[in-house]
């Protein structure tokens, strides 16, 4: 299994399209700052010139971060999962394979992320006014969707290694983290006990952190970690029992 880690990494890291996703969002991040600055500097009344309303922008992306997390997970197990084949013949196992995709695209997306909020930290406290305990209130805010975005990047994993077409992995991915919330509340609304199973919703959490943030109201919350380790379980579970039984051919 080192080995074949050794060689996907090094497959991994000879794909452009890595370097250009990854330059693709800090160039977004640092245009957003800085047109936030130029019409702040530019309008006195602006009011979005404030560092609470840029962060606030990539606490409510979070589907699109996912989506995102779609091409970084894409380049191990997109077009080039028909090496898969080879892998086998050569004695690895589809156990291996499936873990070790995983394993190296999630750790080179946890670093990218990593680098993004750092990035808009140290943006946010250069170009705008102070603002008190906004910062850490992101912090708060980026922890608690950690495991919502986690769990839509492994996902993902799953979806792609089981060679689920790209629309349909479109389709649950929005039905999951856009309208899971609504749905969940119109089943549940009349049922006791139940009628607030929709806060679970991975949709309703991540609106219900941004909202928090806004209103300076955020604080650590485990449910957000319960949400996105069903999820993740579930998927991993289904994805690693069939991977292995399906035949690659």
Not at 216 to 229: A, P, R
Request: aromatic share 16%; proline share 2%.
């Amino acid at each position: 299994m080192i080995n074949y880690l050794k060689s996907e990494n090094y497959r991994l890291l000879r794909k452009k399209s890595l370097y250009l996703t990854t330059a693709i969002c800090f160039i977004l991040i640092t245009a957003a700052a800085f047109v936030l600055y130029y019409f702040n500097e530019a309008d006195s009344h602006f009011p979005y010139g404030t560092s609470s309303f840029f962060y606030s922008n990539v606490l409510g992306m979070g589907v699109l971060i996912i989506i995102i997390s779609f091409v970084y997970n894409a380049t191990l197990t997109g077009k080039d999962i028909s090496l898969t084949k080879q892998a086998v013949s050569f004695g690895i196992s589809q156990s291996s394979i499936f873990w070790s995709k995983l394993m190296l695209t999630l750790c080179y997306f946890m670093f990218v992320c990593i680098a993004g909020i750092l990035l808009m930290i140290g943006l946010g406290e250069i170009l705008f006014a102070k603002e008190p305990e906004t910062t850490g209130n992101f912090l708060i805010a980026s922890f608690n969707m950690v495991p919502i975005v986690l769990s839509g990047f492994i996902l993902i994993h799953t979806l792609k290694m089981l060679k689920i077409s790209d629309i349909y992995n479109i389709i649950i991915i929005a039905f999951i983290y856009i309208f899971s919330g609504d749905l969940l509340y119109f089943v549940f609304r009349q049922m006791n006990g139940w009628n607030e199973f929709y806060l679970f919703a991975p949709s309703t959490q991540l609106n219900d952190n941004l909202m928090s943030f806004m209103h300076q109201s955020v604080q650590l919350d485990y449910h957000y970690w319960v949400t996105g380790i069903v999820i993740s379980v579930i998927a991993l579970f289904i994805g690693a029992a069939t991977f292995t039984k399906q035949d690659i051919g």
